[in-house]
């Protein structure tokens, strides 16, 4: 075979193997591509969005209870009249404080508020009163020196290392009991909580007219934003 044979072969060949290479499956289509893949998972923490406040325990029993008169004064555990009180914690030596109060989120206030007394046959409600003086929207105390009158009541919280306790409307308005300094700002740390050790102290009616001898008061904690 001569040179240029040789060389005419060659040729064929290489084009034999180029179109071999390049031409599709026996289905028509190109030959498939081996090949793969990888991922990865990321996980992000955001800052809170929230505001809220949690109140620990759910229900507390009053009690220390003392004042009133006559056969209808106070025993230890139950409120008499006229203007029995009673307490949940105590202020004075032996201080207590034992509902918990905890904020959690972006900073803000806490706001509470009261409500109007039950009682168990859901019969007349005392109504939640406050000192003269106080607000044209919240219901006055008609009793003398500033105490409640007939079917009224008055509630206030007190709070460790705050001086002066704090009379609850049935308006939502700023705990001042719950910032230490003397206000109701909760400015946690990132991702902290912010809480605050409470107690009550309940003044009954000069008298009522309800004969049941359990109430239920009901007092609420509430997130805001700041003002």
């Known amino acids: 075979m001569g040179r240029s044979a040789i060389i005419v072969v060659a040729a064929l060949v290489v084009i034999l193997l180029l179109f071999t290479r390049h ?17 990865t998972t990321g996980h992000l923490k955001v800052v809170p969005t929230i505001r809220s406040v949690t109140v620990a325990p759910g229900s507390v ?8 008169s006559g056969y209808t004064n106070s025993t230890a555990n139950a409120l008499g009249y006229p203007n029995g009180s009673c307490t949940v914690g105590a202020i004075g030596v032996n201080e207590t404080f ?7 989120g972006i900073p803000g206030s806490v706001y509470v508020s009261g409500s109007s ?6 019969g007349s409600e005392w109504t939640l009163c406050s000192p003269p003086g106080s607000p044209a ?19 206030m919280n007190f709070a460790e290392a705050v001086e002066n306790a704090g009379v609850l409307t049935t308006t939502p308005a700023c705990d001042k009991e719950f910032d230490s300094h003397g206000g109701c ?8 909580t912010q809480v605050q ?15 049941s001898t359990s109430w239920t008061v009901t007092v609420t904690w509430t997130a805001v934003g700041s003002n």
């Open 137 to 155: 929207n919240q219901t006055a105390c008609t009793g003398t020196q500033g105490l409640p009158g007939d079917d009224q009541y008055m509630v």
């Open 197 to 211: 050790h409470e107690g009550l102290l309940l003044t009954g009616p000069k008298s009522w007219s309800d004969h």
């Open 23 to 39: 031409s599709p499956s026996g289905d028509g289509q190109p030959a498939p591509v081996a090949g793969g893949s990888g991922a």
């Open 61 to 68: 029993t009053f009690g220390n209870c003392s004042g009133g």
């Open 117 to 122: 007394a039950v009682p168990a046959d859901n």
């Open 185 to 192: 700002a909760a400015t946690p740390q990132e991702f902290q």
């Open 98 to 104: 034992p509902i918990t109060v905890t904020y959690t």
